[in-house]
């Protein structure tokens, strides 16, 4: 037979905060490509209501409950994956919050919550999935970054920096266990369209969604914000074989915006 590109077949994968957005994209087209996804979210009907879509389809999808900012929750669902499937194969650390404000219009509390999500959860994950790959000496990890890890992005002080943190424990944990068989990389997009903008738009400018829906498709050259499958299909080239001369790589999904 033909070998098919881009198979994720008999690979289990764990994916953080799948329950909707990117996350729940990147569950969809795994599955799709023929790996055992595992829906990790901290609201557990969002998580299993993504997976049951996915088993609708006659594709493997299981959800579990996850607080990746709470080790004891993060190694609850870790070991159960392992125990039911013996190996993790992919961790895509997805789970994570947005803030808007500078500096100056940050509270303490909203930094804090920040970093414990988007910084600590991939910490906890990461340091709870990685022995097991180590020791089968294979595995891919593959972090949600972001464009505000490369560039500046106005108002958005929090969020840029735990997302250049994330960007270098991609590195550091790429070149510590580069020899263990284990890759990881990164993703970095821009905006895209999510259930998390529409909720951002109805409660900051309900009165105003149109006009500030434009202006934030308007910060992309190409016009437009990205589609959550669109960065799915990026994820599934970094978990799959094809990617296998990857790792500490950033890749950006921009609309054009680090043109110039």
Known sequence: MPHRYFSLSDKTALITGAGSGIGRAIAQVFAEAGARVWIADIQPEKGE?????????????????????????VRSAVDHILEEDGR???LVNNAGIGFVGNLLQTP??????????????VFLVSKAVLP??????????????????????????????????????????????VD???????????????????????????????????QLC???PLRRMGRPEEVAYLALYLASDEASFHTGDAFPIAGGKLMG
Not at 108 to 121: A, I, P, S, T
């Open 49 to 73: 209501e993504a997976a049951r879509s996915i088993r609708e389809k006659n594709q493997q999808a299981q959800s579990l409950p996850c607080d990746v900012t709470r080790m004891d929750s």
């Open 88 to 90: 993790i194969d992919i």
């Open 108 to 121: 303490e509390e909203d930094f804090d919550r920040l970093m414990e999500v988007n910084v600590k959860g």
């Open 132 to 177: 097991s790959m180590a020791e089968r000496r294979q595995g891919v990890i593959i972090n949600m970054a972001s464009i505000a890890s490369l560039i500046g992005v106005k108002d958005r002080f929090a969020y840029c920096a735990t997302k250049g943190a994330v960007l270098m424990m991609t590195k550091s944990i790429a070149l510590d266990f």
């Open 180 to 214: 263990q068989g284990v890759r990881c990389n990164c993703i970095c997009p821009t905006r895209i369209h999510t259930p998390f903008v529409d909720e951002y738009l109805e409660k900051n400018y309900p009165d105003a969604k149109e006009q500030m829906f434009s």
């Open 218 to 220: 308007a910060y992309q």
